[in-house]
């Protein structure tokens, strides 16, 4: 064994209660897979708690064999200058949030029509990255990859409908669709830089979704959202340490994939009855954060001459994210990690009081949202000093 192999496994061995953890987690799929128990669930009116619990159970289970397995086959996230984390780390966790997820949907059979374009290209994106977390592939073939997905779900006929019917607002709710999907994903894979953050985004995104789909009366839309809520629980156990460092990692393939299912949910979800204030509104709240930060590090890699091509800009790594200004502001990964959560919170709660709100109202929600975001910035602002 090399002491680089050695090395990496140390967060692995420094957790002896892993087996005891999947142990735990496969006891808890076991109880639920039989049928009397997940009929009481159902007749109880309590199906979404039962797929929390599925999602949450499969990937506690199958996380620390990711650990395992990920250091064994060499997806193993090494420090570097550009790097945040000490030590090597398995970062293949992802795929157990992906099957946790995947598996929780099957077998409460609610794979209706319009979610089968979703996972299908989705798993083409966690294949995709994980190969680049095997073998660092070019950022190019990436959004490739991003756009053919993308366009799957597009030609499945889930399109945006921002603008009205014809041929040139069809055309700009295509177009508005792309950029929306393949920006969302790029969006929430770059906030996995942080130990606990993008699994943390994606829980609370995912639940202030969920929470307007089960009061539009959108179950299905409503399930997906509880499983990758129960999938993300189930993961971030082990991704978010307070004090001590993540055991695994998400990896490119998993933040490419729950980004980009959460972005084509956003896509598929009916926000708001009858005002498009509300309809359109409502999921910038929610993805926010997200959205923020994209707008924010282009306009300054752009100002400041760090890009000036799109190549340059899809080849750009840097440390230049929210989640790094603040950690150097406030001295605290965990204290960045904690206030990007907070804020996310905000901007839900207020996208839930947008959806009964008149259109005054909505605008001044709105204006406070922005409000909000402009004192992120001010304070934010120290942090763009190395």
Not at 52 to 75: D, E, H, R
Not at 155 to 167: C, D, E, R, W
Not at 325 to 351: D, F
Request: proline share 3%.
């Amino acid at each position: 064994m090399t002491a680089q192999t050695s090395q990496s496994l140390s967060p692995a061995r420094a957790a002896r209660w892993l087996p005891l953890a999947a142990g735990f987690g496969f006891a808890v799929v076991g109880v639920l897979l039989v049928p009397s128990v997940r009929e009481w669930f159902i007749a109880e009116g309590l199906r979404w708690l039962y797929i929390l619990l599925f999602a949450f159970a499969a990937t506690f289970a199958l996380t620390p064999a990711s650990i395992v397995l990920g250091t064994k086959w060499g997806f193993v996230d090494q420090p570097s200058e550009r790097k945040i984390h000490g030590t090597p780390t398995p970062r293949i966790g992802g795929l157990a949030v992906y099957l946790g997820f995947v598996s929780a949907i099957l077998v409460n059979s609610i794979l209706v029509d319009w979610m089968v374009a979703i996972l299908l290209a989705g798993s083409l994106l966690l294949l995709v990255g994980i190969a680049d977390d095997a073998w660092d592939l070019p950022a190019w073939s990436k959004l490739v990859a991003q756009l053919a997905a993308a366009g799957l779900v597009v030609y499945s006929g889930k399109v945006l409908s921002l603008f009205p019917a014809g041929s040139w607002g069809d055309a700009a709710n295509v177009l508005l669709t792309f950029i929306w999907i393949v920006g969302i994903t790029n969006a929430f894979n770059f906030f996995d830089g942080m130990d606990g953050l993008a699994s943390g985004l994606a829980i609370l995104i995912a639940f202030f979704m969920g929470f307007v789909a089960f009061e539009t009366n959108q179950p299905g839309l409503g399930w997906l959202a509880v499983a990758i809520i129960g999938a993300g629980l189930g993961f971030i156990l082990f991704n978010f340490r307070f004090k001590d460092q993540a055991l695994v990692f998400l990896g490119d393939g998993g933040a490419t994939f729950i980004g980009f299912t959460l972005a084509c949910l956003a896509v598929k979800g009916n926000w708001a009855n009858n005002s498009p204030i509300v309809s359109f509104s409502n999921p910038l709240l929610i993805f926010g954060v997200l959205i923020y930060d994209m707008i924010h590090i282009t306009a300054e890699r752009m100002a400041t001459g760090k890009v000036t091509t799109v190549k340059q800009w899809i080849d750009y790594v840097g440390k230049d994210h929210l989640h790094h200004r603040l950690e150097r502001v406030l001295g605290s990964r965990q204290a960045s990690v904690a206030m990007i959560w907070v804020l996310t919170i905000c901007l839900g709660l207020a996208a839930i009081v947008l959806r009964k709100a008149g259109t005054a109202e909505a605008l001044m929600l709105l204006a406070q949202a922005a409000l909000i975001l402009i004192m992120i910035t001010i304070l934010e602002h120290q942090g763009r000093r190395p």
